[in-house]
């Protein structure tokens, strides 16, 4: 049974910047694709950011690319989420999510293990 604990997550101003962590224990991390799901207030969770096993393939949603930076350590079983230029539209509890082999999807029941999700809160 893998565990996904985030950090992170806090209050930040319009423009302002957060780096998100996922750390993994329980599994071989390096045999995971890993990614970002998030959930504003009476809206869907939706994708963010994924990264495959090793790292070497990453996609984003529209609404964050050029602005967020998805990277995976495996060395320290740890994804991170680096998040640039925030907007009041990226609050939302952010969850970190694992896959088995393959890379992350937008569908979410491709997902095998969950965290329990930070809060990120951007001010106007």
């Known amino acids: 049974q893998a565990q996904l604990v985030e950090s992170g997550g806090g209050v930040v101003q319009t423009g302002g910047s957060l780096t998100l962590s996922c750390a993994a224990s329980?599994?071989?991390?390096?045999?995971?694709?890993m990614g970002w799901f998030r959930q504003a207030p009476g809206k869907e969770r939706e994708f963010v950011a994924a990264i495959s096993r090793d790292g070497g393939t990453k996609n984003y949603a529209d609404s964050v690319k050029e602005r967020f930076t998805i990277s995976k350590d495996n060395a320290k079983n740890t994804m991170y989420l680096q998040m640039n230029s925030l907007k009041p539209e990226d609050t939302a509890v952010y969850y970190c999510?694992?896959?088995?082999?393959?890379?992350?999807?937008?569908?979410?029941?491709?997902?095998?293990?969950w965290g329990q999700g930070t809060q990120v809160t951007v001010s106007s």
């Open positions: 329980g599994r071989t991390f390096s045999s995971y694709s």
């Open positions: 999510a694992a896959r088995f082999w393959r890379m992350i999807s937008l569908e979410q029941n491709d997902v095998n293990y």
